[in-house]
């Protein structure tokens, strides 16, 4: 499994671990954690533990104290790189320009804007460009600068089961239960207007009821989801993503 940068505290943990014998699940249950915390940590994905994680984990691995300090300064260090390197937004970089989709950005932006719409899905078939327009909308949002925007890709979710897991890795939340997930998305909101953004959720509906209870305790929440069909978390906005073929054949038959 891949680990985080040497020297890192992913790197540091994963050494630690595995000189005390321990496999990831292991020192995940002596902590108190979930598995998806430590693999998260070891792998660099999560590069801002809380200190009370730290000092979990340094219990598990019953470390020295001049060890455990050791590890809390590396977690700090992590801390302060993280926050100076992602200035509060991590997304996927955009590498071409998007043609062909002015009204989709100009409508899905304003609909964006109104405070009743709390989630809308872009719905399309595979490889029609949902991604790329929700990036697109991404990106103008965080340059804004007034809204946090959080990413999840799940293309690679593949059990429902592990949704709220890879939320709460995105938000820096992954410590503790499934079950107290909404409690801690609402800390790390603040009451700050938040727009979560998740990719590819067909083949993981069954955990999208996860997505209702996240909005209903975080009212700063806004999700903008992309799915070949819509969400299964009761009303929402939902916008059909049509290929540029058609898109061009609509827009010649009204200039007619």
Do not use: Y
């Amino acid at each position: 499994m891949r680990s985080g940068a040497p020297g890192s505290f992913g790197a540091q943990l994963k050494a630690l671990r595995e000189a005390a014998g321990f496999t990831q699940e292991e020192l995940a249950t002596i902590a108190g954690l979930s598995v998806h915390a430590v693999s998260a940590l070891e792998r660099g994905q999560r590069r801002r533990p809380h200190a009370e994680t730290v000092r979990a984990l340094s219990t598990a691995l019953d470390l020295p104290p001049a060890a455990r300090d050791a590890l809390l300064r590396v977690a700090r260090t992590s801390d302060r790189d993280a926050a100076a390197g992602s200035g509060g937004v991590v997304l996927p970089h955009v590498m071409t320009p998007l043609v062909g989709r002015d009204a989709d950005v100009s409508a899905l932006t304003g609909w964006l804007d109104d405070p009743a719409a709390r989630t809308i899905t872009l719905v399309g078939t595979g490889g029609v460009g949902k991604t790329r327009l929700a990036l697109e909308i991404a990106h103008a949002v965080a340059e804004d600068r007034k809204t946090r925007v959080v990413f999840v890709g799940l293309a690679s979710t593949r059990d429902a089961a592990f949704v709220a897991g890879t939320i709460a890795e995105a938000f820096g939340a992954a410590d503790g239960a499934d079950a107290d997930l909404p409690r801690r998305v609402r800390a790390a909101c603040e009451g700050r207007p938040t727009l979560l953004v998740l990719d590819n959720c067909e083949h993981v509906l069954d955990g999208m009821p996860v997505v209702a209870s996240l909005l209903a305790a975080a009212p700063s929440l806004r999700v903008l989801a992309t799915s070949r069909t819509p969400l299964r978390i009761g009303e929402h906005g939902i916008w059909h993503v049509r290929p540029l073929g058609e898109l061009d054949l609509l827009g010649e038959r009204l200039r007619r």
